[in-house]
């Protein structure tokens, strides 16, 4: 009489065979085999471009004429991290929360700063004008994750002293006789 189960037998092992070979498939053996398998099933998010969310400096309006041998700069930074710090002329600006009506006192506000969270009041007083005539100051803001905005430059001129007005006595002799 013919062994009729040897078929289903071989069946059974055929199946136990190609389920362990589909596990194996499915189940990496070396670390960088696992790990590559993971990455295929999850989807990456695309990069995030952090260069794009550099701190944004807008400065307030000020005279471009300065009388005395100082001048405060203030303004407005608009960033995603805290303030590290500002600096101007290597000077450190006083920060703190803008308030609604420094916030207003802005001409313009560029499109990339109005979603920005957080957004810090900062002014640099007595930034030195040594002498009379122009002077370049360079604004950045530095946050606390190390990004660091663009520069601003603005130029300040400090005015000449008024002459002194002349006396009696220098206006008779200097006077053609």
Known sequence: MPNRTAPLVALVLLAAVAAQALAADRQPRSRRARRAAAEQQVPKAPPIDLS?????VVLNEMKAQQ???TATVS???FSRAPLERVSAADRQAALRPAELRELERLL????DAIDAPIRTYFEIREVVLPRP????VEITAIDQAGRVSDAHRITLVRAAAPAPAPTDATARAGAPR
Do not use: T
Request: no cysteine; proline share 11%; hydrophobic share 35%.
């Open 52 to 56: 794009s969310y550099r701190p944004i």
């Open 67 to 69: 009388a005395g041998a």
């Open 75 to 77: 303004g407005v930074v």
């Open 108 to 111: 313009r506000v560029p499109e």
């Open 133 to 136: 005539g122009a002077h370049d």
